[in-house]
């Protein structure tokens, strides 16, 4: 079990550039989540993935939002024209079916 | 709708004494609920988790919760506070039936255990 893996953990970017996020899961689970987290604050569920299909996407998810998980495998998270209220940790999960999501350690996005 | 109310922010304890970190949920179906601790610049773990059963469960680190359906809560707790239990704790609820996916996360509540 080699954890949930996110790249790159830190990023920072100038306003309304976009930016894009990986997420490598634990090799045998099947679901994947992504989560916005800022300080003070619990995560905060933006989409989540079974195999390759995006089953649920939050209201918090923009259309400047995108997210794919193009082979059931590693999932992106991609942000266009990025505003000053993106600046959050994105968190990723992942989970065997309904099984306790782990996480992994977040991209922390900071704009400038 | 499923939501979670974590009512302190900080809890403050010695260490050696007991700790109690209290959740209250709401969700519309059965509760599928979990406690969660995160150290800075960190994701967050696991810690234990209640479907159904026993309404004392027990997790890692010699934490354990109480499930309480009347009162809706559960109450993270440790018989004796170690200082390395210092960190960010997250409550967080599932629907088990309808919402399979969605989990729903409390605001957190900081732990600081003093020597």
């Known amino acids: 079990d080699t954890g949930v893996s996110q790249n790159p953990r830190h990023k920072i970017t100038k306003r309304g550039q976009n930016v894009t996020f990986r997420c490598d899961p634990i090799?045998?689970?099947?679901?994947l989540y992504w989560y916005r987290q800022t300080l003070g604050q619990g995560p905060e569920f933006l989409t989540y993935?079974?195999?390759?299909?995006?089953?649920?996407k939050s209201r918090l998810l923009s259309d400047r939002f995108s997210a794919e998980r193009p082979k059931g495998s590693f999932s992106t998270l991609e942000i266009q024209r990025t505003e000053q209220g993106d600046s959050a940790m994105y968190l990723c999960?992942?989970?065997?079916?309904?099984?306790?999501?782990?996480f992994g350690d977040g991209t922390r996005l900071s704009i400038l | 709708a499923q939501s979670v109310a974590q009512p302190e922010d900080q809890v403050n304890v010695a260490e050696g004494n007991p700790l109690t970190v209290k959740c209250t949920y709401s969700?519309?179906?059965?509760?599928?609920l979990f406690w969660y601790v995160q150290y800075p610049n960190r994701g967050l773990q696991f810690l234990l988790k209640?479907?159904?059963?026993?309404?004392l469960v027990k997790g890692s680190y010699g934490f354990e919760a109480e499930f309480n359906k009347s009162q809706t809560s559960f109450h993270l707790k440790k018989p004796s506070a170690l200082v390395s239990d210092s960190a960010l704790y997250f409550c967080?609820?599932?629907?088990?039936?309808?919402?399979?996916?969605?989990?729903?996360f409390g605001d957190g509540t900081t732990l600081t255990v003093k020597p």
């Open positions: 999960a992942s989970s065997d079916d309904s099984q306790p999501q782990h």
């Open positions: 090799s045998e689970h099947n679901r």
């Open positions: 993935f079974q195999n390759e299909a995006q089953l649920e």
């Open positions: 969700v519309s179906g059965n509760p599928y």
């Open positions: 209640y479907i159904t059963g026993d309404n």
């Open positions: 967080a609820v599932r629907d088990f039936i309808t919402n399979a996916g969605k989990s729903t």
